[in-house]
């Protein structure tokens, strides 16, 4: 990603405590681009089971970054719209 594509986004990713992978797929499916993830060869992510003190702080810890991930979605509805007609029109092609 270079940075000129980010800065349309940039306020509202450092605003986002959770959902920026979310924000950042739907800001550029709705501009018909797209971001290739890769998995680093040996870097170890931690779950949030491995990192809480208790199981029932991990689910919590996951419902809340579900529910930031379901506000992203929602807070940009017309990205979502974009996706939508993007794809209905390349289907009547």
Do not use: C, R
Not at 8 to 29: A, C, D, R
Not at 32 to 57: C, R, W
């Amino acid at each position: 990603m270079l940075k000129k594509d980010m800065l349309p986004i940039l306020e509202e990713i450092k605003t986002s405590k959770f959902g920026v992978e979310t924000l950042i797929n739907l800001y550029f499916q709705a501009h018909e681009k797209s971001v290739k993830y890769i998995m680093l060869e040996g870097l170890k992510h931690p779950t949030k089971f491995d990192k809480a003190n208790s199981k029932s702080q991990a689910i919590k810890e996951f419902v809340l970054e579900g529910h930031q991930i379901a506000l992203t979605v929602f807070k940009n509805f017309k990205l979502v719209s974009k996706i939508v007609n993007n794809n209905l029109k390349k289907i009547n092609l």
